[in-house]
C-alpha cells in the first residue's frame, strides 16, 4: 500500500471515531478543507460512501462503520507497537565495553556501576584490564579510561575520579640496611618493581616532578610485573620499591605495611577520564554509564 493511502486511511478512522471533521482536523493537524478534500478522495477511490454528513453530525455508513471496525483495532495495535519501541529507546539496553587497568575497575568502575547495574538489569558491562594505550576505536570498545594528559584531543574525555598522586613505597623489610632515596636519581641504587606496558612491551619510566624539574626515570630490579595488583603484592612481600597509584597504597601505608618515599617528588596531576569517539552515537545504556561515572567533585 503507497504511504498516501495509508494517510487517507488513518484520516478516515479520525473522523469516523470523533463523528467530526472539525475534531478530526485538529488532531491531526490540517485543515478542515484538507480533510473534507482526502475523504471525498479516498471515497472516489473504493467506490462506495464512507461517511454521512449533515449541517450538524458526521456518521459512518455501513460500508464506513466496517472499515472502520476492521481498521481501528489495526492501527491501535500499530500504535501500541510503537509505543513499546519506544519504552526501549528510553529504557537503557544494551552492552558497554570499557578497557581500563585494574586499579580503575576495582575502585571507580565497579564500585559506582554496581548500584545502578541492579536497577537496569537489561544493562550489561564488560571491563577489560589493560595496561598499554589501546585503540578503542579499532580495538571495538566503546570506551576507555586513562589520566586526562594522555587522552587524544579528537576524543571526548570525561573526568571520572579528582586529581591523583603516584607514589613511591616499599615494605619496612626492604629498607632494612638501606637508606631511603631522597632524590630520583637515587633509584638507580635501589631494587625496583618494574611495569611492562603491553602495547609496545618495554618498561614503564618512572615520571617524577618538583617545582619546575620533570624527570622519567628508568628503573632496574629483579622483578617484571604487566599488573599493579602484582606490583603491590611484591612491594609488600618486601621484593623492591614499587611506582603505584597513592590510593591503591595509603591503607598499607597507614597500617605500617609500606613506608612512603619521595613524597615531594610526586605532585597532583589530571585525574582518571572516561572518553570515547567525538562521532559515537550514544546508546541509553552508554548514557547511563557516562552519567553514573561522571565526577562531581
Known amino acids: 500500500m503507497q504511504r498516501g ?60 462503520e466496517r472499515l472502520l471496525n476492521d481498521l481501528a483495532p489495526r492501527f491501535e495495535e500499530i500504535e501500541a507497537s510503537l509505543a513499546s519501541v519506544a519504552e526501549l529507546r528510553e529504557k537503557p539496553a544494551g552492552n558497554v565495553r570499557i578497557t581500563a587497568t585494574e586499579f580503575v575497575i576495582d575502585t571507580l568502575l565497579i564500585p559506582k556501576l554496581a548500584k545502578v547495574l541492579r536497577q537496569h538489569p537489561d544493562v550489561k558491562v564488560e571491563f577489560i584490564v589493560d595496561y598499554g594505550l589501546t585503540n578503542i576505536v579499532s580495538e571495538r570498545f566503546d570506551a576507555g579510561v586513562r589520566n586526562g594528559e594522555q587522552v587524544a584531543k579528537d576524543m571526548i574525555a570525561v573526568r571520572i575520579g579528582p586529581d591523583m598522586r603516584m607514589a613511591v613505597v616499599g615494605a619496612p623489610s626492604y629498607f632494612k640496611g638501606r637508606a631511603a632515596p631522597e632524590k630520583p636519581q637515587d633509584l638507580i641504587a635501589h631494587n625496583c618493581i618494574n611495569l611492562r606496558l603491553p602495547t609496545h612491551g618495554s618498561l614503564y619510566a618512572w615520571e617524577f616532578e618538583k617545582g619546575s624539574r620533570e624527570l622519567r626515570v628508568r628503573v632496574e630490579g629483579q622483578m617484571t610485573c604487566n599488573g599493579s595488583a602484582q606490583m603491590l603484592s611484591a612491594a609488600l612481600a618486601g621484593a623492591g620499591l614499587a611506582y603505584l597509584p597513592e590510593g591503591m597504597t595509603e591503607s598499607h601505608v597507614a597500617k605500617g605495611r609500606l613506608i612512603r618515599v619521595l613524597d615531594d617528588w610526586c605532585l597532583p596531576f589530571s585525574g582518571y577520564h572516561l572518553f570515547y569517539p567525538s562521532r559515537r552515537q550514544s546508546s541509553a545504556a552508554f548514557g547511563l554509564v557516562v552519567d553514573t561515572l561522571r565526577y562531581r567533585g
Do not use: C, W, Y
Open 5 to 64: 493511502n495509508l494517510d487517507d486511511l488513518l484520516a478516515f478512522v479520525a473522523v469516523a471515531k470523533e463523528r467530526s471533521f472539525t475534531k478530526a482536523a485538529a488532531k491531526l493537524g490540517m485543515s478542515q478543507s484538507s480533510l473534507s478534500h482526502i475523504i471525498r478522495e479516498l471515497e472516489a477511490r473504493v467506490g462506495v460512501r464512507l461517511l454521512t454528513r449533515t449541517t450538524r453530525s458526521v456518521a459512518p455508513t455501513e460500508a464506513g
